[in-house]
Antibody
């Protein structure tokens, strides 16, 4: 049973850099897309970006200038850095495992395993 | 297009059938996946691919797709199905960005 365990600082000041890490236990790191998603209080889910085992990244255009996602395959971990945070970045941040493929006539993408979430608050 | 549109709220009487829909251009190329989220909890995948349920998801949950619209159907809704539901896919414009619908709050009456 694959599990994702995430951790990182929960309270930041404006202009600081958010840093979170997600460890993958019980499964392969290869062949999947490892994503970060956030959810502001009372709002919906927002995809931040993803990385695969070889380090190829794909970011939400609205956050791309501030986001870096990296991977450490030796530890089966991936990390999120979000720079220059403001109060608008206050949210619960989730890591998740993504799976992509083709099952005619359509492609598919889904996130089958999620971390428990980390609450990040940005406040002066 | 990178948008998926969901109705903000839907209600269903206990034991009845409810359909939650998701619309977007990407759904002409991608099956929607569906997630259930209860307050204070992480989202849980309930439907993926053409109409697949992960282990442990009751068979009252089913999915379908037609054109630019995907649907999640709960047949015989239970009180424990009250939750927020999100659809998800990749953007079909070539950039492979991941997109979520805005979510539907399901109330079981």
């Amino acid at each position: 049973q694959v599990q994702l365990q995430q951790w990182g600082a929960g309270l930041l000041k404006p202009s600081e850099t958010l840093s979170l890490t997600c460890a993958v236990y019980g499964g392969s790191f290869s062949g999947y897309y490892w994503s970060w998603i956030r959810q502001p209080p009372g709002k919906g889910l927002e995809w931040i970006g993803e990385i695969n085992h070889s380090g190829s990244t794909n970011y939400n255009p609205s956050l791309k200038s501030r986001v870096t996602i990296s991977v450490d395959t030796s530890k089966n971990q991936f990390s999120l850095k979000l720079s220059s945070v403001t109060a608008a970045d206050t949210a619960v941040y989730y890591c998740a495992r993504g799976i992509s493929g083709y099952s005619g006539p359509l492609y598919y993408y889904y996130m089958d395993v999620w971390g428990k979430g980390t609450t990040v608050t940005v406040s002066s | 297009s990178s948008e998926l549109t969901q109705d903000p709220a839907v209600s269903v009487a206990l034991g009845q059938t409810v359909r939650i829909t998701c619309q977007g251009d990407s759904l002409r190329s991608y099956y929607a996946s569906w997630y259930q989220q209860k307050p204070g909890q992480a989202p849980v995948l309930v439907i993926y691919g053409k109409n697949n349920r992960p282990s442990g998801i009751p068979d009252r949950f089913s999915g379908s797709s037609s054109g630019n619209t995907a649907s999640l159907t709960i047949t015989g809704a239970q009180a424990e199905d009250e939750a927020d539901y999100y659809c998800n896919s990749r953007d079909s414009s070539g950039n492979l960005h991941v997109v979520f619908g805005g979510g539907t709050k399901l109330t079981v009456l």
